[in-house]
């Protein structure tokens, strides 16, 4: 993006990347057909290739990350079902109610540090068969825990968490829309994460860089079903293969390169740490979100912000003092000390107000 003669680097979040000339040409040249009725040779092969990296029978292939996770709740529940989720998850925070309106299901939620969920947070949290309550069905974690700084669950904990909702009778479901990164950071596979879950929603649209998409993964029945409510949701396409090339794309190219995404976060989050009148929210990030605060004495964070995109520099901001910088595919090391002039700049410009 560039305004004037200003090269903006925008951190906002790693949706805000733009097609490569190679993803570009992939899509361009995607063999297509009619994906309602499975015709669509590109779907088709994304839908298997990634079904079979993680070691689940079936992949759907959908819009949004926000209807992957909507179709996994709709196919999992029934109206009166409740959901165990942290407070801060995506699926709560930020998909607008999606499940209140869409399955009739209410959410419970956990107050789990990071949004780690672990077994100390759902005890007694399993409503007893009793006329009076809703019933208990479905568990959902995210992975990485983007409110939580983007940190990465424990895979014992996963385990642990898997052995305790077979025993319960619940179903494990992950947003994964940042489950590369994870993978990328622990060292932990695919079909380790995978294995532990009952399905899993991917996004391509994040760190891998694809424009559009996400996937559903899970059993062949469970897809079956879901294949209805992505019809009736709306998500059902036609030639998709020309998006589904750029999620293949992304796929193929763009996973093991998030350790470079990782690596400059870091470095993002030591300049923040060392500037006055900015704290980061949780020290040392693993994957590429870095959550960070503008200290109330020292400025708002629309102040802080507005003199940072001054400075050519765009990041979000989801409370009066809490902002995001998302390191991502369009936002190379080569970069960082402009991130660094412009953060010192936006210091002065905010000190300079109250002279
Ligand atoms: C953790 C998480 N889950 C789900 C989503 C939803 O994805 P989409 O924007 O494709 O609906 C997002 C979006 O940023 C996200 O951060």
């Not at 996963?158 to 009778?169: H, V, Y």
Request: with cysteine; hydrophobic share 40%.
């Amino acid at each position: 993006m560039k305004t004037d003669s200003l090269e903006i680097i925008d951190l906002r979040s790693d949706t805000v990347t733009k097609p490569c000339s190679a993803m570009r040409d992939a899509m361009a040249r995607a063999e297509v057909g009619d994906d309602m009725v499975a015709e669509d040779p590109t779907v088709n092969r994304l839908q298997t290739e990634v079904a079979s990296y993680f070691g689940f029978e079936e992949a759907l292939f959908v819009p949004s990350g926000t209807m992957s996770n909507q179709i996994a709740i709709k196919t999992h529940t029934q109206p009166g079902d409740e959901i165990l989720c942290d407070e801060t998850s995506h699926i709560y925070t930020w998909e607008a109610g999606g499940p209140a309106l869409l399955s009739g299901a209410t959410c419970r939620t956990l107050h789990a540090p990071g949004g780690i969920i672990g077994l100390d947070h759902l005890a007694g949290k399993i409503r007893p068969a009793n006329q009076h309550y809703v019933s208990t069905r479905m568990v959902i974690v995210e992975n990485t825990h983007n409110r939580g700084g983007g940190c990465v669950h424990p895979i014992e904990g996963f385990r642990e968490l898997r052995d305790w909702t077979r025993k319960n009778n619940l179903i494990l479901h992950c947003d994964g829309a940042r489950i590369w990164n994870a993978i990328v950071a622990s060292g932990v596979g695919p079909k380790e994460w995978a294995s532990q879950l009952d399905s899993l929603s991917v996004c391509f649209s994040k760190g891998l860089g694809a424009p559009v998409g996400s996937a559903l993964l899970g059993s062949r029945e469970f897809i079956n079903r879901a294949r209805k409510f992505r019809k009736i949701f709306g998500g059902a396409m036609r030639q998709a293969g020309i998006l589904a090339a750029g999620a293949l794309h992304a796929f193929q190219n763009n996973i093991e390169r998030l350790k470079e995404d990782h690596a400059n976060a870091s470095k993002l989050a030591k300049i923040i740490q060392q500037t006055p009148g900015l704290e980061l929210e949780y020290p040392n990030p693993t994957t590429n979100l870095v959550w960070f605060k503008v200290k109330p004495d020292f400025a708002t964070g629309d102040q802080f912000l507005a003199a940072l995109k001054k400075e050519g520099v765009l990041v979000s901001q989801t409370g009066p003092q809490i902002c995001r910088a998302v390191t991502h595919l369009d936002f190379p090391a080569s970069k960082i000390p402009d991130f660094e002039k412009a953060i010192q700049q936006a210091v002065k410009i905010v000190g300079d107000m109250w002279k």
